[in-house]
């Protein structure tokens, strides 16, 4: 456990959790794990993912020191990104009663979600000031992606579509 929290202090977990990410995110494709009953949400892995990396990130961010998190006026504004989408739920269900309570909380929540890769970069390229290693991530992902690509074209590979009815 001490050898884990040093590697997360150093940042190291950080780099290849995000490493993770850009091959997770545009290769696995984007089957939902499980639905909420009656909406048109639905959970898939790499949720769980960022939300283990969110976990790690914020282990991090205890390292560092918080006041160092509000000098930065990047982070102030997804602070205020988060609080007014917030108080726009809020708003929602008890002002206008315009949205059901869980669906809202839920679209809050992926918003967020669609953000904090955001604050995942920032951490490692303050750390790993070359990205020649997310590069290469990159790269191979994006390799990865057109041979799947040209295999839908020519080897008849599925289609997947994620779109909401």
Do not use: C
């Amino acid at each position: 456990m001490q050898k884990l929290l040093q590697l997360i202090k150093e940042g190291i977990f950080l780099k290849y959790g995000i490493a993770l990410l850009l091959l997770a995110i545009p290769l696995y494709p984007k089957f939902p794990l499980f639905n909420i009953p009656k909406t048109y949400v639905a959970v898939r892995l790499e949720d769980f993912l960022l939300l283990t990396l969110f976990a790690v990130w914020f282990l991090y961010f205890l390292g560092q020191g918080k006041k160092e998190f509000l000098k930065n006026k990047l982070h102030i504004a997804l602070l205020v990104f988060a609080f007014v989408g917030f108080l726009s739920v809020i708003n929602g269900i008890f002002l206008t009663g315009t949205v059901i309570p869980h669906l809202g909380f839920l679209h809050w929540l992926r918003r967020l979600e669609y953000i904090f890769p955001l604050l995942l970069g920032i951490a490692a390229i303050r750390e790993n000031p070359r990205p020649k290693f997310f590069m290469q991530t990159l790269f191979i992902a994006g390799f990865f992606v057109f041979l799947y690509g040209v295999g839908q074209i020519y080897a008849g590979f599925p289609v997947i579509s994620t779109q909401n009815e």
